[in-house]
């Protein structure tokens, strides 16, 4: 078992006119998946610019359980896993669906304190060009994350990249990069945003990053989320 941790995440919009059906469908789909050995816990959330956009977050426990999670088309895919792919392309009103499989490369473990805590999630997503990727990588890593941790209001950081796996050819659809900001709570957000209220230190730092980060960088996404279920398995087979 490698030593880095696994995330799948997924990411879909809803149309409003779907919504009642959409989310009492996840609310089974979540329950369901963690019956499945591999699976170790799963945590949704809901926009907080765009209340009809949803992410889901999976812990997986090793490289090994991917063709049984996650290989539509292989002969070891979990009879629940194939069920609920079903279900879920028959879906109505879905749209901008995006799936992908993280390890992690660098920050605090998933496990402390983000699985232990309520608190929204800013999610950075990004595709970065091949000639500057290993100077963004440092620079993201060296540069940008310590001094977002240094602006009031974030709590933890955790950077992650796509796993290439024969495993995942159906299922990676989603940017390469991917960042994961705790925040003490809704009411700070203000301050970590664009605008007015923003905190000087998180002014600075997103300039540096227009500068230094986004000219490289393609597929952008940068929003706040808010916990809307969790779910856990931690004895998990």
């Not at 989320?225 to 779910?231: A, C, F, G, V, Y």
Request: aromatic residues 10%; proline residues 7%; charged residues 20%.
């Amino acid at each position: 078992m490698q030593s880095r941790a696994l995330l799948l995440m997924v990411r879909v919009t809803c149309a409003p006119e779907h919504l009642e059906a959409f989310n009492l469908w996840y609310n089974s789909h979540l329950p369901n998946l963690l019956r499945i050995p591999g699976y170790l816990w799963a945590q949704r959330y809901v926009g907080l610019d765009d209340d009809n956009r949803f992410t889901a977050l999976y812990g997986v426990r090793s490289q090994d359980d991917l063709p049984v999670l996650l290989q539509r088309d292989g002969p070891d895919l979990h009879p629940v896993a194939a069920k609920e792919f079903a279900v879920w392309q028959g879906l109505q009103g879905l749209s901008d669906r995006l799936s992908n499989v993280y390890e992690q490369i660098s920050g605090a473990p998933l496990r402390e304190p983000l699985l232990l805590s309520d608190r929204p999630l800013s999610i950075v997503t990004a595709d970065v060009d091949p000639a500057h990727e290993a100077q963004w990588d440092r620079w993201y890593t060296e540069s940008h994350v310590p001094n977002l941790l240094k602006v009031p209001g974030y709590v933890m950081a955790g950077r992650f990249r796509a796993l290439d796996h024969p495993a995942l050819a159906r299922v990676n659809t989603g940017p390469k990069y991917l960042a994961l900001y705790e925040c003490e709570g809704e009411e700070v957000l203000p301050s970590l945003r664009r605008g007015e209220k923003q905190h000087p230190e998180a002014r600075a730092e997103l300039e540096r990053w227009q500068t230094t980060g986004l000219p490289h960088v393609s597929n952008f996404g940068w929003g706040f989320h808010r916990l809307i279920s969790k779910h856990f398995k931690w004895m998990a087979g």
